[in-house]
């Protein structure tokens, strides 16, 4: 049994600052890519940055110079630093997690039930 959870959603103003941070639990081997996800009411779901185990990070150009994605390996959790928000990052934002099972060595994809981020003044 794996589990991600998301922490550090809510509401905050334009121009303002949140820090949402994903701690994976359970049977872990090891993870490999980890990723933060968002979806608004009646968008698609889009990556918003990812990180490899090696540290190597990938964004998507609305988050460019806003958003930085970090992770613990200690802690198995990932965080995603979104400063100067803007309405249009209102989303629930969901955690993603590639790794390998410790029961069966098996590489499985994980999400997290995601949290919101609400931009408004």
């Known amino acids: 049994q794996v589990q991600l959870v998301e922490s550090g959603g809510g509401l905050v103003q334009p121009g303002g600052s949140l820090r949402l941070s994903c701690a994976a639990s359970?049977?872990?081997?090891?993870?490999?890519?980890m990723g933060w996800y968002r979806q608004a009411p009646g968008e698609q779901r889009e990556l918003v940055a990812s990180i490899t185990s090696l540290g190597n990070t990938n964004y998507a150009d609305s988050v460019k110079g806003r958003f930085t994605i970090s992770r613990d390996d200690a802690k198995n959790t990932v965080y995603l630093q979104m400063n100067s928000l803007k309405p249009e990052d209102t989303a629930t934002y969901y955690c993603n997690a590639d790794l390998m099972r410790d029961t069966d060595f098996e590489v499985m994809t994980y999400w997290g039930k995601g949290t919101l981020v609400t931009v408004s003044s």
């Open positions: 359970g049977s872990i081997y090891t993870i490999y890519t």
